[in-house]
C-alpha cells in the first residue's frame, strides 16, 4: 500500500490565482481530513469527509473548498490564493466503525504534505 | 477554540539521555495520541491512550494519559540520533469529535 499520497510535494502561486492540492488513499479509509501547519503551531483541521459525498467544515474552512466523489480521493481547492494561505497542507485518513465508541483504528495516517507559497 | 500547550518547546539533548515532554490542556480530553514528525514528512502515530492513568510503550517510547484527563507526557529513554524531529500531541474530548493538535516539542539530539 502506498498510503497516503499528496500532490504536488511544492506550489508557488501568486495572489489571486487558484489550485487543487490532490491527496489520495488506498487504505479504503472512510474518513479523511486536510489540515494546515504554520510554523510553530500545530495542526489546524480546515475540512474533513465521513465518507464520499459527505464533507464538513473543521477550524479553518475560510478560502477553501472541498469534494469527495470517491472513497479514495479528496482534493482541497483554493479559489483566491492569499498569502495568508502560506503553509504546508497535510492529508489524512483514518478508518472509524463505531464515530460514537472507542475504536483502537481511528487514529489518523497522514501524507507527506504539500508546502504552498502565495506571493 | 480548543488549544493545547506543549511543554518544553523544543530540547537539545546528548546521544543517550532520556527526554521527557508534556501536553496539557484545559478541558477533558478522553483520547491523546502521539506523533512524530521528519523533516519534510508528515506526522507518524507513535502511541494512542485511551483511559486515565493509562501507560503505554512503543520501544523506547513511553506515554502515559494524565490522571487529570488533562495532560499526557512522553518519555524516550537512551535518545539517538534519529529521534529528532518534532513530537505532537493530539487530543480530543469525546468520541465522534475531531482531534485537536498541539504546537509541538522540537527535539535536537547531540552526538
Known amino acids: 500500500n502506498a498510503g497516503v499520497t499528496q500532490t504536488p510535494k511544492f506550489r508557488i502561486l501568486k495572489i489571486g490565482q487558484s489550485m487543487t492540492l490532490q491527496c489520495t488513499q488506498d487504505m479504503n479509509h472512510n474518513y479523511m481530513y486536510w489540515y494546515r501547519q504554520d510554523p510553530g503551531m500545530g495542526l489546524k483541521l480546515i475540512y474533513y469527509s465521513v465518507g464520499a459525498g459527505i464533507t464538513d467544515k473543521g477550524e479553518v474552512p475560510n478560502g477553501y473548498n472541498v469534494s469527495r466523489s470517491t472513497t479514495e480521493d479528496f482534493p482541497l481547492r483554493l479559489e483566491l490564493a492569499a498569502p495568508s494561505q502560506t503553509s504546508v497542507y497535510f492529508c489524512?485518513?483514518?478508518?472509524?466503525?463505531?464515530?460514537?465508541?472507542?475504536?483502537?483504528?481511528?487514529?489518523?495516517?497522514f501524507g507527506p504534505g504539500t508546502r504552498l507559497t502565495v506571493l | 477554540g480548543q488549544q493545547l500547550n506543549q511543554s518544553p518547546q523544543s530540547m537539545f539533548i546528548q546521544e543517550g539521555e532520556d527526554v521527557s515532554m508534556n501536553c496539557t490542556s484545559s478541558s477533558i480530553f478522553n483520547t491523546w495520541l502521539w506523533y512524530k514528525q521528519d523533516p519534510g514528512e508528515g506526522p507518524v502515530l507513535l502511541i494512542a491512550l485511551y483511559k486515565a492513568g493509562e501507560l503505554t510503550s512503543n520501544g523506547r517510547l513511553t506515554a502515559q494519559f494524565g490522571i487529570t484527563r488533562k495532560d499526557s507526557f512522553l518519555n524516550i529513554s537512551a535518545s539517538i540520533p534519529s529521534d529528532v524531529g518534532i513530537y505532537f500531541c493530539?487530543?480530543?474530548?469525546?468520541?465522534?469529535?475531531?482531534?485537536?493538535f498541539g504546537p509541538g516539542t522540537r527535539l535536537s539530539v547531540l552526538p
Open positions: 489524512a485518513s483514518s478508518y472509524i466503525v463505531t464515530p460514537l465508541a472507542r475504536s483502537s483504528t481511528d487514529t489518523q495516517y
Open positions: 493530539a487530543g480530543r474530548r469525546d468520541y465522534g469529535q475531531n482531534f485537536v
